[in-house]
């Protein structure tokens, strides 16, 4: 406890007659929550309101009390002071109404724990918050009424009247305009039986409390005229209490908003209440003005076709001709006439405008300029062609001022420049995609394609920077080669071009904004600035061919310059480039290397047409080959085990996506029959994507309802894209395991020396010599009956021995061994 600097007084004794003067309700409850004290006013809300939240016994337990509450807010107020008792939070507030049935009311719960002797206790306080909540229920009423579109402005000072009244608790609101010394009121809210109504006019001198705030421009507040402010009392009115604030529009007092009664107030108004009446008085003389300008503005935007002035040589319009005869005005107070072109205009536009009236009265010549205006549909442009107006009805220095809208005229040339640029920019992109395709053809490793890439359209000064990426996750991608930019790191790519890669990533489509500030957030550590950070227009290129995403290209247009749509389609085709030239080195490599990494994967309870049917008819699907044709269909040729043919057969045919289903092989000694079945539409496969990452699909096998499918792949492949490709495809698949093996190395002389094996002297033989003799050019150079004849055979045994050389050298080619030939 502090020591008090009253050393003579018990201090702690006076804690307690303290607390009973506070206008709060105060208690101090032990660890448990039972009631160890009690301030006076507890006490007496108890009392007078039996409510069970605050009992006056002590020795009740408080937390009991608030759990047996019928309401959420007993509840929450156990919880947050248990939550106090424990340790858990340093306080705890909660607001909660606590209405009469008289009146509504509103309370502030505040707990906070401390320590005597090392035992726990809290301190409870609820606050009467009722006049803060009406007051914020008066200022969303009043928000609500000014916002409300559906309401004229009549209306809206109507109800904003009738809302200050039942708020300050006066009989009378008005909203009233001063002209000269007359004093109108145009909204009025006054009792039933008051003879006062909008449209009524009277003498400001008779009003001297609204004469004082439209002299002095300040708002007034008197509780009682005839006692505190006798010099503003009027006899005529009989107002005897008065708030209200000016309305200025333009700079000029308007009228006055107040609101008064004719008995003196018993209550000062408060702080709050004079604020009140100024945001009102304030808000109508925004409105007011904004009406004004928006009037005036659409005046002027009535005559813009083709509207003509008579200006004179200071820029003042002496008349706004509609034609000839005709002089428009805007109404009797607010005339266009008589004002000047700054007043109007935009300096810098009056400003030029007025430079060329004056040059066509030096020279006594005409004269023209274009300029431009933010009308309501966006910014228009127009001619203003200003000749001398020798006339006795002006003066001699006025000159005809006629604005021709050009807009169209420049919305043509500024269209035409544009498909000029985007064709110039085309026809370079083209030129450089054709220098890129050849500088790929020689590339052995992915980071050699993306480096060549970057380097080359970095280099053609196309664009100022460009990298490449691939998924890192969900949220973001890993930076690879980049060109243009000085030092980057995956870490210096801000949140916006991550968002912007993997947009290009999952759409699969080019992603552009025209400036990548406005999709960065810039903050002062700058780490979410952009790599390029000078309003660059970027495009995400997706690195994409068939079902699989390599990654995405990231190109920075250079300063000032836009990325159009047929640039985005070159660049679309850029990127498809780029992906089969990552899928041919990726190829190469699995083919090439002596070490593959072998990946066996299960897809649980498969959508695939063969592994529905695998359990529908307890039967396994081998797959061996498909080939898919060029009206969009596949050939699917698997070896079925465990069922009927012709049921398998009817069962395939009667799937609504096979066209078709034959016999190829009948089943034989150790050999399940071969089908063919058609399929009406290629649909995605993750036997696709492994061919796509450059994998040789080993083994694909149907059974129970699950595919199982296994494929070797290049030792350097990135197995985690390969994986989340798949996945992506075809939900719910599984990496099951994933093992380096050695690939046996086969040259062209194996091969070779694999195919002559296949053959018989004699088959040989006939395919050598039709070899030699051209049987095998377009036109042929020897028919069959002579290669027959030159071997002395017969053309039966010709044609019979050439078809078995043929088998034999296509099986070399596809099936040897369980290559990936067998499936693809």
Same mark, same amino acid.
């Given at each position: ?15 307690g ?9 105060f208690?101090i /409850? ?10 006076e ?27 047996? #509450? ?24 909660? &607001?909660y109404?606590?209405?009469a ?9 505040? !707990? ?17 918050i ?15 009424i ?5 309401r ?8 904003l ?16 305009r ?5 004093? /109108? ?14 449209g ?11 004469r004082?705030?439209? &002299?002095?421009?300040?708002?007034l ?7 505190d402010?006798?010099?503003? !009392?009027?006899?005529e ?13 333009d ?21 709050w ?13 925004y409105?007011?003005?904004?009406q004004?300008h928006?009037?005036?503005?659409d ?22 001709? =509609? ?15 008589g ?10 536009? $009056?400003?030029?405008?007025l ?5 066509a ?7 023209? /300029? ?7 549909g ?5 001619? $203003?062609?200003?000749? +001398? ?10 000159v ?8 169209a ?11 000029r640029?985007?064709l ?9 995609g054709?220098?890129i395709?050849k500088?790929?053809?020689?590339? *052995? ?15 053609s000064?196309?664009?100022q920077?460009v990298w ?14 980049a060109?243009?930019?000085? =030092?980057?790191?995956?870490e210096?790519i801000?949140?916006? &071009? ?6 290009a990533?999952? =759409? ?17 550590t700058?780490t979410?600035r ?12 997706p ?12 190109v ?11 640039e985005s389609d ?12 990552? *899928?041919? /080195?990726?190829?190469? *490599?699995?083919?090439? #290397?002596a070490?593959?990494?072998?990946? &066996?994967?299960? =897809?649980p309870?498969?959508?695939d047409?063969f $592994?529905g ?11 061996e ?6 009206s969009?269909?596949s ?18 045919t ?18 399940? +029959? ?9 649909? #995605?496969?993750?036997l696709?994507?492994?061919?796509d ?17 296994? #494929? ?18 075809t ?9 380096y ?6 040259t062209?002389?194996?091969?070779r ?12 033989a006939a ?18 009956e ?39």
């Amino acid at each position: 406890m502090v020591t008090s600097v009253m050393d003579c007084h018990d201090i702690p004794a006076l804690y307690g007659p303290a607390m009973d003067t506070l206008p709060l309700m105060f208690a101090i /409850v032990d660890a448990s929550g039972v009631i160890l004290s009690t301030n006076e006013t507890w006490s007496e809300f108890g009392r007078a309101n039996g409510t069970e939240v605050t009992p006056n016994t002590l020795g009740v337990n408080y937390l009991d009390i608030a759990d047996m #509450a019928d309401d959420t807010t007993g509840e929450q107020a156990a919880d947050g002071i248990r939550a106090v008792l424990a340790g858990e939070q340093s306080s705890f507030e909660l &607001e909660y109404p606590c209405h009469a049935p008289s009146s509504k009311r509103w309370f502030r719960l505040y !707990a906070a724990p401390f320590t005597i002797d090392g035992s726990t206790f809290a301190s409870i306080a609820h606050i009467d918050i009722t006049a803060r909540k009406q007051r914020e229920w008066v200022l969303e009423a009043a928000y609500g009424i000014c916002t409300d579109s559906s309401r004229t402005f009549t209306e809206q000072l109507n109800a904003l009247l009738e809302l200050g009244c039942e708020t300050l608790g006066s009989p009378f609101g008005t909203f009233s305009r001063v002209h000269g010394d007359e004093y /109108v009121f145009e909204a009025v809210s006054a009792p039933a039986a008051a003879d006062l109504e909008a449209g009524r006019t009277t003498s400001i001198n008779d009003l001297p409390n609204c004469r004082h705030v439209v &002299e002095h421009r300040e708002p007034l507040a008197i509780k009682d005229i005839e006692a505190d402010a006798p010099d503003l !009392a009027d006899p005529e009115w009989g107002i005897a209490n008065y708030i209200g604030a000016p309305v200025v529009v333009d700079g000029a007092v308007y009228g006055t908003l107040c609101f008064y009664g004719l008995e003196p107030r018993t209550a000062e108004f408060t702080q709050w209440d004079l604020t009140f009446v100024r945001l009102l008085s304030d808000w109508a003389g925004y409105e007011l003005e904004r009406q004004r300008h928006t009037e005036q503005r659409d005046a002027l935007n009535t005559a813009l076709p083709d509207p003509s002035f008579i200006i004179d040589a200071e820029g003042r319009f002496l008349d706004c001709l =509609t034609d000839p005869e005709t002089m428009m005005k805007v109404d009797d107070t607010d005339t266009l006439v008589g004002q000047t072109l700054h007043e109007f205009l935009p300096r810098n536009t $009056a400003d030029s405008l007025l430079s060329t009236v004056r040059e066509a009265l030096r020279t006594a010549s005409f004269q023209s /300029v274009e300029y431009e205006l933010q009308a309501p549909g966006g910014t228009r442009w127009f001619e $203003a062609r200003v000749a +001398p107006l020798e006339s006795r009805a002006y003066d001699l220095d006025t000159v005809i001022f006629v604005a021709r809208d050009i807009t169209a005229h420049k919305d043509r040339q500024a269209e035409l420049e544009r498909q000029r640029d985007e064709l110039r920019q085309a026809q370079r992109l083209n030129v450089l995609g054709r220098e890129i395709a050849k500088a790929l053809q020689d590339t *052995q490793t992915r980071e050699e394609i993306e480096s060549a890439v970057c380097a080359h359209l970095t280099e053609s000064d196309l664009y100022q920077a460009v990298w490449a990426g691939s998924r890192r996750n969900a949220a973001q991608v890993t930076l690879g080669a980049a060109a243009g930019i000085d =030092t980057a790191t995956p870490e210096q790519i801000s949140p916006g &071009e991550h968002r912007l890669a993997i947009d290009a990533i999952d =759409t699969g489509e080019v992603q552009v904004v025209e400036d990548i500030a406005d999709v960065s957030t810039q903050s002062d550590t700058g780490t979410d600035r952009p790599l390029i950070a000078d309003h660059s227009s970027v495009a995400a290129v997706p690195l994409a061919t068939g079902g699989t995403t390599y990654g995405v290209l990231m190109v920075y247009a250079s300063t000032d310059a836009t990325i159009g749509c047929r640039e985005s389609d070159i660049l679309a085709d850029l990127g498809r480039l780029i992906a089969l030239s990552i *899928q041919r /080195v990726h190829s190469q *490599q699995s083919l090439q #290397a002596a070490t593959t990494v072998k990946l &066996e994967f299960l =897809t649980p309870d498969s959508d695939d047409v063969f $592994a529905g049917l695998s359990a529908m008819l307890d039967c396994s699907f081998t797959l061996e080959r498909r080939v898919p044709t060029s009206s969009g269909s596949s050939l699917h040729y698997v070896r079925v085990s465990g069922v009927d043919t012709e049921r398998v057969c009817q069962a395939l045919t009667e799937t609504p996506s096979v066209e078709s289903c034959a016999v190829v092989e009948t089943v034989a000694e150790n050999r399940a +029959p071969l089908l063919e079945v058609a399929l009406d539409e290629i649909s #995605a496969s993750p036997l696709d994507t492994l061919v796509d990452y450059g994998g040789a699909v080993r083994r694909a096998v149907a059974a129970d309802g699950d595919l199982r499918f296994t #494929a070797e792949m290049a030792p350097d492949i990135n197995v985690r894209a390969v994986v989340e490709a798949i996945q992506e495809g075809t939900p719910g698949t599984e990496l099951r395991s994933k093992q380096y093996v050695d690939q046996p190395v086969s040259t062209v002389t194996d091969f070779r020396t694999r195919i002559r094996d296949r053959l018989t002297p004699k088959q040989a033989a006939a395919l050598k010599t039709a070899y030699a003799r051209g049987y095998y050019d377009w036109p042929r150079g020897s028919a069959a009956e002579e290669l027959a004849e030159t071997l002395d055979i017969s053309a039966p045994t010709l044609h019979y021995r050439l078809r078995k050389a043929h088998d034999a050298v296509i099986g070399a080619l596809f099936d040897s061994g369980t290559g990936p030939e067998k499936l693809d």
